[in-house]
């Protein structure tokens, strides 16, 4: 059984083949690679397979969006900003403070990250 995975669509993809392949009996779906958790949620939810919902993954590979969920749940977590132009600076700080960590909101580790201490005002140039 072989799927095109390179797709928004991978996941329709993957039970597209499944069911070419004459629906074969599976009884869960699982990958050990966090950039194709979301193709394996959408093959649960579809499949109705028990696992984690597509949303969840989502969510879970956006650190903000995440954050904020954890604070709807009533969790305390560290104040964040979101920041997607230079002007969104001005808040951030004021929200965070310093020393902060600015950092992507998607992708995993400590891959492009910055710590600052006091605010840079050629930060971005």
């Given at each position: 059984?072989?799927?095109?995975?390179?797709?928004?669509?991978?996941?329709?993809?993957?039970?597209?083949?499944?069911?070419?392949?004459?629906?074969?009996?599976?009884?869960?779906?699982?990958?050990?690679?966090?950039?194709?958790?979301?193709?394996?949620?959408?093959?649960?939810?579809?499949?109705?397979?028990?696992?984690?919902?597509?949303?969840?993954?989502?969510?879970?590979?956006?650190?903000?969006?995440?954050?904020?969920?954890?604070?709807?749940a009533g969790?305390?977590?560290?104040?964040?900003?979101?920041?997607?132009?230079?002007?969104?600076?001005?808040?951030?700080?004021?929200?965070?403070?310093?020393?902060?960590?600015?950092?992507?909101?998607?992708?995993?580790?400590?891959?492009?990250?910055?710590?600052?201490s006091i605010?840079?005002?050629?930060?971005?140039?």
């Amino acid at each position: 059984m072989f799927a095109k995975m390179g797709e928004d669509d991978a996941s329709e993809n993957v039970v597209a083949a499944w069911k070419a392949a004459g629906s074969p009996h599976i009884d869960g779906c699982w990958s050990p690679h966090e950039s194709t958790q979301p193709i394996v949620g959408g093959v649960c939810d579809a499949l109705k397979l028990p696992g984690n919902l597509h949303a969840s993954y989502v969510m879970a590979r956006d650190k903000y969006a995440t954050r904020k969920a954890l604070e709807r749940a009533g969790l305390n977590t560290p104040a964040s900003a979101s920041i997607f132009t230079i002007a969104d600076c001005t808040n951030a700080s004021e929200v965070v403070g310093f020393p902060m960590i600015i950092k992507p909101t998607s992708g995993g580790g400590s891959q492009v990250c910055v710590a600052l201490s006091i605010a840079c005002t050629n930060l971005f140039i």
